[in-house]
């Protein structure tokens, strides 16, 4: 069993308003030296698979088949045994 | 100038539809090999802080106020210089 930490994040050029939602939310709570917030998703997924190598290989293609959109943003993993 | 990289998990317990959606589509798109999935929120924050130690407890306020529902959540982050 593996498990995969999926990071989904915006392209840097992307306009992301729910991060500027939130830069501005903290700051009206009074965290004034936030310069700025990007917001992502994160999705910690559990998989059975025979090698580090195929479990690489299958998180990936989740990633460019549902879990990301490659347009509009970027994605990483780790994988751990376990 | 760091980055706070956070992560807000729902807590173990908390019924999560967001990520049983995920893991049925994922299973539907043929990855049968995927045993769960748990959905989460993953932030960047730059902030101004004169030491490692003030970004930390700036940002870990910013979670207990902002980021995070402490009743069904729980936060981590890292920190970068730079």
Request: include cysteine; aromatic fraction near 8%.
């Given at each position: 069993?593996?498990?995969?930490?999926?990071?989904?994040?915006?392209?840097?050029?992307?306009?992301d308003p729910?991060?500027?939602?939130?830069?501005?939310?903290?700051?009206?709570?009074?965290?004034?030296?936030?310069?700025?917030?990007?917001?992502?998703?994160?999705?910690?997924?559990r998989?059975?698979?025979?090698?580090?190598?195929?479990?690489?290989?299958?998180?990936?293609?989740?990633?460019?088949?549902?879990?990301?959109?490659?347009?509009?943003?970027?994605?990483r993993?780790?994988?751990?045994?376990?």
């Open positions: 069993m593996y498990l995969a930490r999926v990071y989904v994040t915006l392209k840097p050029t992307v306009n729910q991060g500027l939602t939130i830069e501005g939310s903290l700051k009206s709570l009074g965290f004034e030296t936030v310069d700025s917030v990007r917001a992502g998703k994160y999705m910690e997924i998989l059975d698979a025979a090698s580090e190598a195929e479990a690489k290989s299958s998180v990936t293609e989740m990633c460019k088949k549902l879990l990301a959109n490659p347009v509009i943003e970027d994605f993993f780790e994988l751990d045994e376990g």
